[in-house]
């Protein structure tokens, strides 16, 4: 009696199944059939009433009718799924003229464009890119530059001290003697040292932590027209072949003669202007011949040897060059302003 009821409930199931189109309707009919109080669950619960002989028998075709009707109905579910799949293949097209998500791109910092632009500049006239340590010592900082404890022109430079021997240095200048004191061969000296500088100052036109690059060159002799020629070309790279320089006598303990250099006025063409306040002229950099005590105290014989230096404000020279009128912006990262960066380069050549 059970058992024709059980291939009753298994032929209909199969009959039904195979009309079945949607994923509902599947559903549905699983549950009627094998759900909790589905029409085969309904059996196992009047098993208890069966003789205890036909009990396994019919516990046992149930199981495999259950087994039977689970695979099949996965099979149809599967085919459900395909279908769809493939329904929403055919109608989904992609358009691809579509504009794309344009993912928000980095942009050069104007100081590391300027810093690799000086790079390229030097190497290529057969310069080194040399660094040195950011915590200096007082010896590299001052004393091996002619700066002897006391000397009133450490006052020129307010310094972050951290110990007593050791600052953060103030100067990219630290690096020469390291420099020479490094090359006991002798041999010709030509490097230069871009790097972070740090002072007690901070303004519009002055922060703590600033950059320069250094220039040092040490050979037999070299003289004043090498250091001309040099930051000629240099400047007029930078900020256009019409610039003009011009030298002043300035001083500063490791170098003599000492010269501030002035390039003329890249916005107003040297008539006159606010940004070089009406005089035509902006100054740039220090520079000078490599003072004989600062080559004799690291290993060189000044009457063999002679050398120029100069030491740039690589921020001063970025604001000029990109038209930025407070340094703090350099250092704030904010990506409104650096985007405006992202130009190609000679669309910053400067002319005039
Ligand atoms: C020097 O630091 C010398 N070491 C330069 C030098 C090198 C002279 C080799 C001779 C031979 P000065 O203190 O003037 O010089 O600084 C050089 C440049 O660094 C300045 O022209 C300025 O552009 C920049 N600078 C100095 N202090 C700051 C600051 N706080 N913030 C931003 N830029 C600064």
């Not at 909790?36 to 009990?55: F, N």
Request: negative net charge; charged residues 30%.
């Amino acid at each position: 009696m059970l058992k024709e009821e059980i291939e009753k409930i298994y032929n209909e199931a199969l009959e039904k199944i195979n009309d079945i189109k949607e994923e509902q309707a599947l559903k549905d009919l699983k549950a009627t059939i094998l759900g909790k109080k589905g029409e085969l669950t309904e059996i196992l619960k009047g098993l208890k009433d069966a003789t205890p002989e036909e009990r396994p028998k019919i516990g046992a075709l149930v199981n495999e009718v259950r087994d039977s009707l689970e695979a099949k109905f996965s099979e149809v579910q599967n085919a459900i799924n395909q279908k769809i799949l493939e329904e929403k293949l055919s109608k989904d097209t992609i358009d691809v003229t579509l504009p794309s998500n344009k993912p928000i791109r980095g942009s050069k910092h104007p100081l590391n464009r300027v810093i690799e632009e000086i790079e390229d500049l030097f190497v290529s006239m057969g310069y080194d890119v040399v660094s040195g340590p950011e915590l200096e010592t007082d010896e590299f900082c001052f004393k091996r530059l002619n700066l002897p404890e006391g000397h009133p022109a450490r006052d020129m430079q307010d310094s972050f001290y951290i110990t007593e021997e050791n600052l953060l240095r103030t100067q990219t200048s630290a690096v020469q003697a390291r420099v020479m004191m490094a090359n006991e061969e002798k041999t010709p000296i030509r490097v230069i040292v871009p790097g972070k500088t740090y002072r007690r100052e901070d303004d519009a036109t002055h922060s703590h932590q600033f950059n320069q690059v250094e220039g040092l060159v040490v050979d037999e002799n070299i003289s004043f027209a090498d250091l001309k020629g040099t930051l000629e070309v240099f400047m007029k790279k930078m900020l256009g072949q019409n610039t003009e320089l011009r030298f002043r006598p300035s001083y500063f303990p490791f170098t003599e003669p000492s010269y501030e250099v002035d390039v003329s006025c890249f916005k107003c063409g040297g008539k006159g202007c606010n940004l070089c306040k009406q005089t035509g002229w902006i100054e740039l950099l220090g520079s000078g011949m490599v003072h004989p005590n600062v080559l004799k105290m690291n290993g060189y014989d000044p009457e063999k040897y002679s050398g120029f230096a100069f030491g740039v404000g690589l921020d001063r020279l970025a604001m000029f060059k990109y038209d930025i009128t407070d340094i703090r912006l350099l250092y704030r990262n904010d990506v409104r302003f650096l985007k405006q960066f992202d130009r190609k380069d000679e669309e910053y050549e400067i002319k005039y």
